[in-house]
């Protein structure tokens, strides 16, 4: 009886590298949810989440970026305690909020495609400042579009609602966030991996 021996291909370094980084920016969003501050004007608390999807889109690009928060949002739907108020399964992503969840990956994507000019990835740190910033604004339009939109859709608001309840509020603390990502990525110490 001949024994058959199949060659095994392996997985290249470079592609599990970037997973590797990708893995811990999710994990990343998920411990931010221990940084939660209750907000009067809005049913949504701050929390650190959009940092970690501002630096998801700047250092991993619009692939890797948009795979971490897609791993993000699968461990929490598969019952780990990530989501804001140690919250998991499948309710937050179609909760009042969900729309901010589901946010994350296009955001992600999004920054990357407009910082690395496509899928090969540059240094964000050589990345011209207005660039940056511009995709940080874009992502934030679409994770607040979204996250209101939905919000305005499942609970029948008013736009102007759900802008008050679910965006405006949070603008100030955005703006730090986009400082703060701009800021951790200026270091240079956050250099791309290209797959």
Known sequence: MATERNAVELVEGDVVRQFARAAVLAALVGASIFVTIPYPFSPAPITLQVLFVFLAGLVLGPVWGAVSMLCYLTAGAAGLPVFSGMEAGFGP????????LWSYPVAAALIGAVVH???DLRNPADVPLPIVVVALVAGTIVIYGMGAGYAAWLQHLEPWEAIAGYALPFVPAELLKMVAAIAIVRTGRLEPVDS
């Open 93 to 100: 992503l179609v909760g009042h909020t969900g729309g901010f």
């Open 117 to 119: 000019r496509g899928t």
